[in-house]
């Protein structure tokens, strides 16, 4: 019998306390062992059991949850679900919060929240599972009910023809998700400003993609931004999906551009790696670089095996530099993989065979 996952929930709201508590003890593999209105009755119960997963709000009296976030990666790890209502101005501080070690955010509204997370209970049991696996050395199966779990084809059909108009231009399609932003980070930081045009899907909430990519900008030799529709993919730039919509890479004629899409969730994603995978073995074939990096369950998979098919070359980030070798490791299982390099390395490898 495994054992149940242990939750601590941190929040000042008893609502909230009491609404997350009663949404995860619906799940028989996810137990509850307490709740704490400030991190410092959390450290105090965390001195007694320590939990597998801790949700935790940022906005708190006495201390604030990203420097409780800090204290706790820097003095004891444990996996951290952030779990806030915080608006599009308060972006900066959920990059933060991946920066200092949070495995996955919930955005909460500002009103009917209690509505909204109940109506969410089956997502958010399944982020507090795979929060558990992170940095975890045992090997657990949990069993769930979940919805269905779809593939890229309700975005985009899986092409039977590869014919397109003759070019040379390379594209890179990367994927990433839990710990990918500081991975997007060192990834970007190395690529020189004539780079090949790149495009990215990073899971992250919706309002949060764009200051992530501006802050990139700030960084990075070449440019970065939140995807537009119609934007055209030039070397020296990189466009990143914006949350909560699927990015797509096509073509006209010689001209490579991305389409903004809605859609259901794929790979319980959305955007979805598989997605932008898909388009990209369709419309750029041998042209395309697919980059698989750290982040939990499998998406971008399937469609980095369709990249290899359609000629493209297909590199993954290796176990010992990723946050979670979850997405390069399906990848790799599945036989999708040319190339596995730590983290430090991608950037030379594509400048060195692909520029």
Known sequence: MNRKIRVLIVDDSAVVRQTISDLLSTDPDIEVIGTASDPFIAAEKIELEIPDVITLDVEMPKMDGLTFLQKIMTQNPIPVVICSSLTTQGSETVIKAFEYGAVEIITKPKLGTKQFLEESTIHICD???????????????WQTVVQPKLSADVVLAKSKNNSMVETTEKIIVVGASTGGTEALRVFLESLPSDSPGIVIVQHMPENFTRAFAKRLDG???ISV??????DTVIRGRALIAPGNHHLLVKRSG???YVEIK??????????????LFRSAARYAGKNAVGVIMTGMGDDGAKGMLELMEAGAHTIAQ??????????PNEAIKLGAVESVLSLSKIADHIIIHYN
Do not use: T
């Not at 931004?225 to 119609?230: I, N, Q, R, S, T």
């Not at 290796?318 to 997405?327: L, P």
């Open 225 to 230: 931004k939140e995807a537009e529709d119609g």
């Open 219 to 221: 960084l990075c030799k």
């Open 318 to 327: 290796d176990e010992k530099s990723c946050v979670v070798f979850g997405m």
């Open 262 to 275: 809605e859609g259901p969730l794929v790979s319980r994603h959305r955007p979805s790696v598989d997605v």
């Open 254 to 256: 010689a001209r490579y």
């Open 127 to 141: 982020i507090i599972k795979a929060a558990s696996l992170v940095n975890v050395k045992r090997k657990s199966v």
